[in-house]
């Protein structure tokens, strides 16, 4: 399966505006060290915009400040501080929705999918953009599908299913529906695991066919539907993943 890429729809150039924009809103003893960081943030001087930022905030709290604090800490993979300093960016200006995007980013960079969800249900709360919140809910399905392969592997099915059944309710995520055909069959549940595989053929992007057809297959072997099992379990040979188990059934179906 190849591995699904996480979107990150950053808002950071949002922030590049010039002295003239911030000298009516923010103290103009902090414009200066925070335009100083702007222009390292733009030549990846990250330690240096960050020993900028900081002089700023220390003349005012102002939530771009420490949105862009945010940012440098993110640059320089300090996760942590960054999670700190986008709370603070909440904090000072909750309607903010990039700061609520951004740390769900860190958040799902950090595996914490739970938090990096309720951010991201922030922003699709809050949001208008299209584009956003497309790629929001991207990204929410991509966390629900990494807590039902939690859930998975200490075999709570019905746990990962209720997981997966919620990522595909956000995108049509070709692995959640595998997954989610997998665990209908463990759970004996054939009509569902037929019923996901077909949703897994139908949006494939990024897994290949024969995990579907082979959970098709059993399936119907498991409703004595001997004819229908064959030609999905001989669709299944042909990914090498797959040929051996699938070959194995089709024996015991002759």
Do not use: H, W
Request: with cysteine; charged share 25%.
């Amino acid at each position: 399966m190849k591995k699904e890429t996480f979107l990150i729809f950053s808002f950071v150039l949002m922030l590049f505006f010039s002295y003239s924009v911030f000298a009516q809103t923010m103290d103009s003893a902090a414009v200066k060290p925070f335009n100083d960081g702007l222009d390292k943030m733009q030549k990846a001087d990250y330690k240096g915009a960050l020993s900028d930022f900081e002089a700023a905030l220390k003349v005012e709290k102002d939530y771009r400040i420490y949105y862009q604090l945010a940012v440098a800490e993110v640059k320089l993979n300090n996760l942590n501080e960054a999670v700190t300093y986008y709370k603070s960016t909440i904090q000072a200006k909750p309607d903010f929705e990039a700061a609520y995007n951004d740390l769900g980013n860190v958040y799902f960079s950090m595996s914490k999918y739970q938090e990096a969800i309720d951010n991201f249900q922030k922003v699709l709360d809050t949001s208008k953009d299209s584009t956003l919140q497309n790629a929001v809910k991207f990204n929410m399905s991509l966390a629900y599908t990494n807590l039902g392969q939690g859930a998975d592997k200490v075999k709570n099915y019905k746990k990962a299913i209720g997981y997966l059944n919620k990522a595909v309710s956000y995108n049509n995520y070709d692995a959640a529906y595998l997954f989610l055909a997998r665990d209908y069959f463990l759970l004996n549940q054939y009509d569902n695991t037929i019923k996901a595989c077909q949703n897994a053929l139908k949006y494939k992007k990024t897994i290949g066919e024969g995990g579907p057809y082979y959970y098709m297959g059993v399936a119907y072997s498991k409703k004595n539907d001997v004819k229908k099992a064959k030609e999905s379990l001989e669709k299944a040979k042909a990914d090498p993943v797959y040929k051996a188990v699938a070959e194995t059934v089709l024996k015991s179906l002759k």
